[in-house]
């Protein structure tokens, strides 16, 4: 199906409801694409027999299955649409993935090329453009290159994948590359990728054309900076809430104990909390907690971490706040 800049494949969708004799189908989506949430739900409805059922909650990643809704209304299936499953977590009923692709336009790949160092290139990208990969290989192969993909651990579905949690796919090869080309939108994942292995990266953005590059040691910069005044402000914190989230792929109970246990070898009171959405309104309402800790989506503290009135951490930075980690150290936070 085609719809705006967006193609999404919605026949396997339509078999596997059919061949399932599935009643009732939950459709979660991104934020993106819940614009044309109506038109995906009539082409579902007309081509099965199923009831279909649209959740509003939100949708951040393949790590944030609508479990408890579908649970809600019985469904007997969750049509979930623009991630690719994260295959080391498993759940109670039938998922259905279906890919949402955006237009990668293989011009941009071509004018990226003079920016790369070294022949040996990692490729990395996310679940938006993963099947172009094999496009992209082409193209840097044709021109000299040798481009290499990896798989990364079990949270990665696919080779070259990555995740705003998850870089393996290129830690995995640091050995055997000279440089790392990203493609995709947004800072997030190339500066992930520039904190987690010393080469240089080009990230080139498929539906613009902006290659970023020397830009991205300045954001890199700046974010050490940032994060390393919010680890300084979490210094004179005594009360800490350490969140654990309850959506399946976030959820790191285990990581959280481990750090409430550090913090009380170090002096410090801390309180588990759970959550679904992390929303600063709410945590503000806990105004005995000096500081968060966040075991959830790493984006959290990291993107949003204006909007808290205090100090927002993830579990690497409460190593750098401890003292068991040098800043010159700095890494994202990987869920494995
Ligand atoms: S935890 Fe965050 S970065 Fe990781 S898959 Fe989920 S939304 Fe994406």
């Known amino acids: 199906m085609r719809i705006g800049n967006y193609s999404i494949d919605l026949d396997f969708a339509l078999k596997e409801i059919n061949e399932n004799g599935y009643g009732k189908v939950l459709i979660q989506l991104p934020d993106g694409i819940k614009r044309y949430a109506t038109s995906i739900a009539r082409y579902i409805e007309d081509?099965?027999?199923c009831g279909i059922v649209i959740s509003s909650s939100s949708c951040y990643g393949a790590c944030d299955i609508a479990i408890h809704d579908a649970k809600s209304i019985r469904a007997d299936a969750?049509?979930?649409?623009?991630?690719?499953?994260?295959?080391?977590?498993?759940?109670?009923?039938?998922?259905?993935?279906?890919?949402?692709?955006?237009?990668?336009?293989?011009?941009?790949?071509e004018k990226s090329l003079k920016f790369l160092e070294g022949k040996r290139v990692g490729i990395a990208t996310t679940a938006q453009h993963i099947n172009c990969l094999g496009d992209i290989v082409d193209?840097?192969?044709r021109n000299g290159f040798h481009p290499i993909i990896s798989k990364g651990n079990d949270r990665i579905a696919k080779k070259g994948l990555v995740l705003g949690c998850n870089f393996t796919s290129i830690t995995s090869i640091q050995d055997k590359i000279d440089s790392v080309l990203f493609v995709g939108t947004g800072l997030f994942h190339p500066l992930g990728l520039a904190f987690a292995v010393d080469k240089p990266i080009i990230a080139v953005n498929p539906i613009t054309g902006e290659i970023t590059k020397d830009e991205l040691k300045v954001e890199k910069r700046k974010m050490l900076k940032r994060r390393f005044a919010v680890i300084e402000k979490a210094k004179n914190a005594n009360s800490f809430g350490v969140l654990v989230s309850s959506k399946p792929g976030q959820s790191r109970i285990g990581l959280a104990e481990n750090i409430m246990n550090e913090l009380k070898q170090n002096g410090k009171e801390s309180y588990m909390m759970i959550c679904d959405n992390i929303d600063p309104m709410q945590i503000s309402n806990f105004s005995e907690i000096d500081c968060i800790i966040s075991t959830a989506c790493p984006r959290i503290a990291l993107d949003d971490y204006c909007n808290f009135d205090i100090p927002i951490l993830t579990p690497v930075e409460v190593e750098i706040l401890l003292g068991k980690r040098e800043i010159s150290d700095y890494k994202f936070d990987t869920i494995y």
């Not at 499953?85 to 941009?108: H, Q, R, W, Y």
Request: proline share 11%; hydrophobic share 50%.
């Open 139 to 141: 193209i840097l192969t």
């Open 47 to 49: 081509g099965t027999d």
């Open 78 to 109: 969750i049509l979930h649409l623009g991630n690719l499953p994260i295959p080391n977590l498993s759940f109670p009923i039938p998922i259905i993935f279906a890919s949402v692709e955006m237009d990668t336009k293989m011009g941009f790949i």
